[in-house]
């Protein structure tokens, strides 16, 4: 087991089991810096941590005192790919993980500065590749500023050694688009979009040039905000009554969204409602979207128009 504390802090309480899937800054703030607890940052987009060009952190970056970067935007996801997001093959997994001084038997929790959002991704991306002590952190950079926490601007130092993770894939909980369209036709399986509703009718244009815009048919939009409040997941009483009043008595459920990162959010908010047979799609509309055979419906589920 590593150990790691942050400069100038005390002795700190052991890790010890995780809450469940979910822990707040006040969970976090006493043991951090502790033996066997890993943070990271796994903030995308504008606030991803590292500049895409050089890979040097950027210097307007605040976090977590001790956290170390989850770069999903980059080394975290598969190069080859032409989809964005996509998961790195088990052999890459290890050792990015390893090159972040994680080992088997190491607690991490994920954050990232919108609240939840990537976090979501990253902590599911973990449980697929079979590593089970892993929380978000409820509310993201901004919670724990709000809680009046202390915020590191220096960036994460050098990683002192390599940590011993291997990653263990689990079957399942990341899918394809074949998954996907056996799922649309199970009646025993819901496939949840957590795009907006806009993005979802098609009534708004998709972010990424040359996809069509709409829904696979059959899918049901459940946007990933509408699980939270001021960026903390809901309660899971109000969860479970989300989940329940779109998918049902089905306890299967498949989730997809742009390009697989908000779709995460949809996976730790129906874990928190007491679902286990869950699977994120790792195309999502940046796939599903393209110009192909795959049918695509718009709002009032009319097929839409191939490009």
């Given at each position: 087991m590593s150990t790691r504390n942050t400069p100038g802090q005390?002795?700190?309480?052991?890790?010890?089991?995780?809450?469940?899937?979910?822990?707040?800054?006040?969970?976090?703030a006493p043991r951090l810096?502790?033996?066997?607890?890993?943070?990271?940052?796994?903030?995308?987009?504008a606030h991803r941590p590292v500049e895409p060009d050089s890979g040097r952190l950027r210097e307007d970056w605040q976090g977590v005192p001790g956290a170390r970067v989850f770069d999903i935007d980059g080394a975290l996801s598969d190069g080859a790919s032409p989809l964005p997001h996509t998961m790195p093959g088990a052999e890459r997994f290890t050792g990015e993980l390893r090159a972040l001084g994680?080992?088997?038997?190491?607690?991490?929790v994920v954050y990232d500065a919108v609240g939840i959002y990537s976090s979501a991704r990253a902590w599911w991306m973990l449980r697929a590749m079979g590593l089970d002590r892993v929380a978000v952190l409820d509310g993201g950079l901004p919670a724990w500023t709000a809680a009046g926490l202390p915020v590191a601007t220096a960036g994460p130092g050098p990683v002192d050694r390599r940590g011993d993770f291997t990653a263990r894939p689990r079957t399942g909980l990341i899918v394809g688009s074949a998954e996907v369209t056996a799922a649309l036709n199970d009646p025993d399986a819901a496939v949840l979009d957590a795009r907006t509703r806009e993005r979802f009718s098609g009534a708004a244009a998709e972010p990424r040039p040359g996809l069509r815009g709409g829904h696979m048919p059959g899918a049901l939009n459940l946007p990933f905000g509408e699980l939270q409040h001021d960026g903390?997941?809901?309660?899971p009483a109000e969860l479970r009554a989300a989940f329940s009043a779109i998918a049902g008595e089905r306890?299967?459920?498949?989730?997809?969204?742009?390009?697989?990162?908000?779709?995460?959010?949809?996976a730790l908010g129906a874990t928190l409602?007491?679902?286990?047979?869950?699977s994120v799609y790792d195309g999502s509309w940046a796939e599903w979207g393209l110009p192909s055979d795959r049918p695509v419906e718009t709002g009032g589920g009319r097929p839409a128009r191939r490009v």
């Amino acid at each position: 087991m590593s150990t790691r504390n942050t400069p100038g802090q005390g002795a700190v309480p052991p890790v010890g089991a995780l809450p469940g899937p979910l822990v707040g800054p006040d969970w976090l703030a006493p043991r951090l810096g502790g033996p066997g607890l890993v943070v990271l940052d796994a903030s995308v987009g504008a606030h991803r941590p590292v500049e895409p060009d050089s890979g040097r952190l950027r210097e307007d970056w605040q976090g977590v005192p001790g956290a170390r970067v989850f770069d999903i935007d980059g080394a975290l996801s598969d190069g080859a790919s032409p989809l964005p997001h996509t998961m790195p093959g088990a052999e890459r997994f290890t050792g990015e993980l390893r090159a972040l001084g994680v080992d088997d038997d190491d607690t991490v929790v994920v954050y990232d500065a919108v609240g939840i959002y990537s976090s979501a991704r990253a902590w599911w991306m973990l449980r697929a590749m079979g590593l089970d002590r892993v929380a978000v952190l409820d509310g993201g950079l901004p919670a724990w500023t709000a809680a009046g926490l202390p915020v590191a601007t220096a960036g994460p130092g050098p990683v002192d050694r390599r940590g011993d993770f291997t990653a263990r894939p689990r079957t399942g909980l990341i899918v394809g688009s074949a998954e996907v369209t056996a799922a649309l036709n199970d009646p025993d399986a819901a496939v949840l979009d957590a795009r907006t509703r806009e993005r979802f009718s098609g009534a708004a244009a998709e972010p990424r040039p040359g996809l069509r815009g709409g829904h696979m048919p059959g899918a049901l939009n459940l946007p990933f905000g509408e699980l939270q409040h001021d960026g903390l997941m809901a309660p899971p009483a109000e969860l479970r009554a989300a989940f329940s009043a779109i998918a049902g008595e089905r306890r299967r459920l498949v989730a997809g969204c742009g390009s697989g990162v908000t779709a995460c959010v949809l996976a730790l908010g129906a874990t928190l409602a007491g679902y286990r047979d869950l699977s994120v799609y790792d195309g999502s509309w940046a796939e599903w979207g393209l110009p192909s055979d795959r049918p695509v419906e718009t709002g009032g589920g009319r097929p839409a128009r191939r490009v």
